[in-house]
Nanobody, 120 residues
């Protein structure tokens, strides 16, 4: 089992920035691909970003490309999502997730989510 705990959400004005953190525990962090997803009210959960086990490969949803950056720190068993130039359309609950192999869906482990609200 992998336990994931997100933090760093909050209320920010449009154009602002936030950095989300995801603390992982329970299994060897370096064995897992890490991803971020989000779910806005009334919408399905959607993929935001993923980073490979070694941190060398990343993938982003088109809607966040150029604004968001995913990263990881193996020594701390942490994953991060730096979000810049936020817009009200980025308002959602953001989830950290983990899976063994590279992919942008069907993740095995999930955090509880952290709310991000962007005001106009």
């Amino acid at each position: 089992q992998v336990q994931l705990v997100e933090s760093g959400g909050g209320l920010v004005q449009a154009g602002g920035s936030l950095r989300l953190s995801c603390a992982a525990s329970g299994r060897t962090f370096s064995n897992y691909v890490m991803g971020w997803f989000r779910q806005a009210p009334g919408k399905e959960r959607e993929f935001v970003a993923a980073i490979s086990r070694g941190g060398y490969t990343t993938n982003y949803a088109d809607s966040v490309k150029g604004r968001f950056t995913i990263s990881r720190d193996g020594a701390k068993s942490m994953a991060y999502l730096q979000m810049n130039s936020l817009t009200p359309e980025d308002t959602a609950v953001y989830y950290c997730a983990a899976r063994k192999d590279w992919g942008t869906s069907d993740y095995d482990y999930w955090g509880q989510g952290t709310q991000v609200t962007v005001s106009s």
